[in-house]
């Protein structure tokens, strides 16, 4: 079992773009969460999904949306991205209701 | 509203000193307390989590309600404890689904 995974490890954007970033949760995990994370900060929860709804929000605008596949994969969409998008995004993947979270690699996007 | 705080931004000790490193969290509720860490170059991975109580490579942590703490103790410090770790707090059951809030993180340096 490879872990979580992400792709792309690295991305570049401009501002006003949009960009998909796409996980691919533990084998036997049902739940995925996606985290922020900036510079010198603690990741910061921007949603999770659980049976391909999105079950619980943090405090993140409506440009960011996300999806979960029926294969519990799921995307992290960003819209009209702005400068202070630059961050290290995290995937977890979860058995539903349980805390105990895995992290994948991140990605790390960058907007100028 | 939950919250988690690591007051300590840098930690160093030597080598065999003990290492203490602190985290206070407020939440009306029953938490869950997990201690995260991230060595160089890898992910961020799940080092103990209190309902386990349970002692991994010589760190333990215990919930301390009444002072509402989770802090994380090492006797003896090794070099390749060196890393960030954070503490995060879990608020599964419920609606809550198992979100996890993040300290800032503690940088922890052993050295020789």
């Known amino acids: 079992d490879a872990g979580v995974t992400q792709s792309p490890t690295h991305l570049i954007k401009t501002r006003g773009q949009q960009v998909t970033l796409r996980c691919s949760p533990k084998?036997?995990?049902?739940?995925v969460s996606w985290y922020q994370q900036a510079l010198g900060q603690g990741p910061q929860f921007i949603f999770q999904?659980?049976?391909?709804?999105?079950?619980q929000r943090g405090n993140f605008p409506d440009r960011f949306s996300g999806h979960q596949f029926p294969n519990y994969s799921s995307e992290l969409n960003v819209n009209a991205l702005l400068l202070g998008d630059s961050a290290l995004y995290l995937c977890?993947?979860?058995?539903?209701?349980?805390?105990?979270?895995?992290f994948g690699p991140g990605t790390r996007l960058t907007v100028l | 509203a939950q919250r988690v705080t690591q007051p300590e931004k840098l930690l160093s000790v030597f080598k065999g000193a003990p290492v203490e490193l602190k985290c206070n969290y407020s939440?009306?509720?029953?938490?869950?307390l997990f201690w995260y860490v991230q060595y160089s170059r890898q992910r961020l991975q799940l080092l103990l989590r209190?309902?386990s109580r349970e002692s991994i490579k010589g760190f333990t942590a215990d919930l301390n309600k009444g002072e509402t703490s989770f802090h994380l103790k090492k006797p003896f410090a090794q070099e390749e404890d060196s890393a960030m770790y954070y503490c995060?707090?879990?608020?599964?059951?419920?609606?809550?689904?198992?979100?996890?809030?993040f300290g800032q993180g503690t940088i922890l340096t052993v050295h020789p």
């Open positions: 977890a993947s979860s058995l539903v209701g349980r805390g105990e979270q895995f």
């Open positions: 084998s036997g995990h049902d739940t």
């Open positions: 999904y659980y049976e391909e709804e999105e079950r």
């Open positions: 939440y009306s509720g029953s938490p869950e």
């Open positions: 209190h309902i």
């Open positions: 995060a707090l879990s608020t599964a059951g419920g609606t809550s689904y198992g979100k996890l809030t």
